[in-house]
């Protein structure tokens, strides 16, 4: 079973995450925004290659045509754990487009 990260810990790992949050319903949540819609769906697409490579699924929803929202938690034990923060270290590894 995964190391479960207390929400200290979380906080502290997201220090180095600007750009994700503790949402309420205990999920790490990124809002990406791109220029546009192919720039939005080439990056979710990168995303899922990695996701589907590390056996580990994000919620991935695209909307107002170029914003991209993620949601990551180990659903297996309903929790935050090491294989999250490792796909957010992957994730924010990707070039971005700016």
Known sequence: MPKIY???E???????????????????????????FMQAMMFANAVAHLAQAA??????????????SISL???SVGAITERDFALVDQIDALPRFK
């Open 55 to 68: 056996d580990h699924h994000p919620d991935l929803f695209i909307h107002q045509y170029k914003k991209l």
């Open 73 to 75: 938690m180990t659903h």
């Open 6 to 8: 207390t929400q200290e």
């Open 10 to 36: 979380i906080h502290a790992r997201l220090g180095d995450h600007p750009d994700w949050t503790l949402g309420s319903d205990g999920q790490l949540h990124a809002e990406l925004t791109f220029d546009n």
